[in-house]
């Protein structure tokens, strides 16, 4: 039985795909098509990167699907991807990808660069941050002074914490009144967390109210909320 043989080299070496060996069927013929170079915007205060109309955190996960998004896979079967990234340099990070699958059942891969480049912008949440942006504001009052000062410094513990989920937790302006204090903050979710927590601790109850703001659309009130806590004693 006569051997086969790759006609376009001459390599007996198989297993073979669609008559020639892999080696040169790889160098006719492309796996997948990838852009030389990915540009995406990322936070110049947060480091957040913009993916599919949101900001996230630049993580390896991340990366990976921004290269995924704008790669066009050519008819391979069971396609895998497998990347690596190197350390970023003047704003650039060089991935690899490297795609496996399988052509008429036969293993094949094939590996590309892509060169992912970051433009300075700033998110949502921080673009709210530098223009004094506020959703909600905690009314503490309280007829001890020290009680007073121990509840803010719980507040700016508490919002410590929460700002690495949460951006905008953070303390905006601060009013003294003359019985409290008046804290604005760029976050009502945090706010509504805060004095939740404070309220409990405090054994004191929450009065909510809200009025709406300016800026808002038909579809979608924008609202600032207001919490005030009697702290009693």
Not at 106 to 130: H, N, P, R, Y
Not at 181 to 198: T, W
Not at 219 to 226: A, E, G, M
Request: with cysteine; proline share 4%; charged share 30%.
């Amino acid at each position: 039985m006569t051997a086969k043989f790759c006609p376009s080299c001459g390599s007996t070496q198989g297993p073979f795909v669609r008559g020639v060996c892999r080696p040169c069927f790889l160098k006719k013929h492309s796996l997948f098509e990838l852009p030389a170079k990915l540009q995406t915007a990322r936070c110049r205060s947060c480091g957040q990167i913009s993916f599919l109309g949101k900001w996230r955190k630049q993580e390896p996960a991340v990366l990976k699907k921004l290269i995924e998004k704008n790669t066009r896979i050519l008819g391979l079967e069971n396609p895998e991807f497998v990347f690596s990234f190197s350390p970023e340099e003047a704003g650039k990070i060089r991935a690899k990808a490297t795609l496996k699958g399988e052509i008429d059942s036969i293993e094949i891969e094939q590996e590309k660069e892509t060169i992912l480049e970051f433009t300075g912008a700033l998110c949502d949440s921080c673009m709210k941050a530098v223009s004094n942006y506020y959703e909600a504001t905690i009314q503490l009052r309280f007829e001890k002074k020290e009680i007073g000062e121990k509840i803010v410094a719980e507040i700016e513990k508490l919002l410590s914490s929460l700002s690495k989920e949460d951006l905008l937790a953070k303390i905006v302006s601060a009013k003294n009144q003359k019985h409290g204090i008046d804290l604005v903050l760029g976050s009502n979710k945090s706010a509504s967390k805060i004095a939740k927590a404070i309220a409990n601790k405090y054994h004191a109850r929450p009065v909510v109210s809200y009025k709406q703001a300016k800026g808002g659309t038909r579809d979608k009130v924008k609202k600032r909320f207001t919490y005030c806590i009697r702290i009693p004693g």
